[in-house]
């Protein structure tokens, strides 16, 4: 055995699609289920190795923020094409509105539980640490993400929020630019370029997770 | 045979295992639902705005007092002059608006303003500074301290009483206060600004006591750990706990450069420092708390695999 790290990253090979084998083994409706499984980028996710110590839910809370993620994504779509009035207005835009909200609790929701689980396992070490400073730099603009959400919500605390943060945050030079209380500024920067910046940040997070792999305990 | 064993598994205590896969899309669904019934069953903050007509006539007392501090240059607003088409508040928030709706006032309020735009801006400033501290005697006002305490709102009862060199400044206020009591003023801010703006609308309101008495009463200002919560919603952005922490008890937070210096150097810590420096980032190794994290490895250590396992000998590897 030349390369003691062969074994270890062996889950980490594509699997060929082998329909006819899938079907035999798993019986036809779980193999047709399982199929997209097989295809890039999904693949060996079925039938799988893993090491035993990743076999826990702790090992999620990374993959549920990025489904928190693309939740916002969706739900922040509906509420932009459909604008301020419908989700101020009306019944189901203020629904749409509280589930965007709530998906954002979510998201920062698993994104602490993964934070915490980075950190007691030491998930961070050697080349791992780019990895762990992108996601990092990640979470920081969800930070800012949030406050313009909440700047571009038009309601009474994107009112108050955006004069308090214009007499304090909004005062300091670069940031003294922006102004809180133009709320299409706020709105473009929490709907467009912030979001852009996430998704390639994340995007690039979840690739390097690919590539290296799971963490070795400690 | 032992010795072939890859190096890694022989010191990880730790098997390769059949990846069990479907437990992501069963808790994404999970997740998904619960969203989506907690947006449909319990809502999210929504407290209307605040608008001029509704703020003065409430407190009509504060927006003349409010005027007085803008025509003195001691308002709020001079902390916003960095605001694109702000320049001067003075200006903006009180004499434009007066000599747009010119066609609209009484005479005497028209006649107030030409007087006290032909003064030089020192005369102006001392009619209104007079005017203001006249107010702050009348509410045993002290010197502005204690940041986060309610303001006191005169009432107008108590300010017809007032006396002194305050030239046409009462009469200018009123007339502010006339306009915006009406609806003038909301619309003619929001017609000069582009689009969903509501930057001269906020500022203006912001200069008036109403809008921070409300958030202080209502705990929300950022002394108050408001930047964590919510106004009429028991769930606010707990996940702005370091921000807010740096805000509320690090020396110097609650200014502006401070509270971003104290992030820049909370971020440093956690991205630079943690992870890289020898000691602090064996932290985890020390506390074994990983131990909670790792799932058990119940297949390897059934009886059944063990028996297996043993009765195999050496024969077997880890992975059985």
Known sequence: MSDPNQDYFAHHTSQPFAWKERKKARGTWRALFESFAYLPPFNRMFGKDSPSYAESYWYCMGGLTFLSFLLLILSGLVLTLFGPTWWQGTYVGYVTKSIHYWTAQSFFFFLFLHIIRVWLTGAYRGKRWLNYAIGFVAFFLSLGENLFGLLARGDWESQFVSMHSDDMLFTIPGLRLISPENFTSALIIHVALIPFVLLILIGVHVTLVKLQGIARPL | ?320
């Not at chain 2, 709020?76 to 508040?89: D, H, K, R, V």
Request: glycine share 8%; aromatic share 10%; charged share 15%.
């Open chain 2, 1 to 320: 045979m032992k010795s072939h064993t890859p190096k890694n598994q022989e010191t990880t205590r730790f098997h390769v295992v059949p990846h069990c896969f479907w437990r992501y899309p069963i808790v994404a669904g999970i997740v998904t639902v619960a969203v989506i019934l907690l947006g449909m069953l319990v809502g999210s903050p929504n407290w209307p705005q605040a608008t001029i007509k509704k703020v003065t006539t409430e407190q009509p007392g504060g927006t003349l007092w409010a005027v007085a501090q803008e025509l003195d240059h001691s308002s709020s607003s001079y902390t916003n002059t960095q605001e694109y088409g702000m320049i001067n508040p003075a200006t903006r928030l009180v004499v434009d608006p007066l000599k747009s709706a010119s066609w609209a006032l009484a005479p005497n309020v028209n006649e107030a303003l030409s007087q006290f735009l032909a003064q030089p801006e020192q005369q102006q400033v001392r009619w209104a500074m007079n005017y203001d501290n006249s107010i702050r005697k009348a509410l045993k006002m002290g010197s502005m301290g204690g940041a986060m305490s309610t303001v006191p709102v005169p009432s107008l009862t108590m300010l017809s009483h007032l006396h002194g060199d305050f030239g046409p400044v009462p009469v200018i206020a009123n007339g502010i206060l006339q306009l915006a009591r009406n609806g003038y003023l909301q619309n003619y801010f929001q017609g000069i600004s582009p689009g969903n703006t509501f930057e001269y609308v906020n500022i203006w309101l912001y200069d008036q006591p109403y809008l921070l008495n409300t958030a202080i009463k209502n705990g929300l200002t950022d002394d108050q750990w408001g930047m964590i919560k919510e106004r009429g919603f028991f769930v606010g952005p707990w996940y702005l706990i370091i921000p807010a922490i740096a805000h509320v008890l690090l020396p110097g937070g609650s200014s502006g450069p401070g509270f971003v210096l104290w992030n820049a150097l909370i971020a440093f810590f956690f991205i630079v420092l943690f992870p890289l420096i020898p000691g602090l980032r064996d932290i985890p190794r020390y506390l074994k708390l990983y131990k909670l994290i790792y799932a058990t490895d119940n297949i390897q250590h059934s009886p059944l695999v063990q028996s297996v396992k043993r009765s195999l000998g050496d024969e077997t590897n880890a992975s059985i």
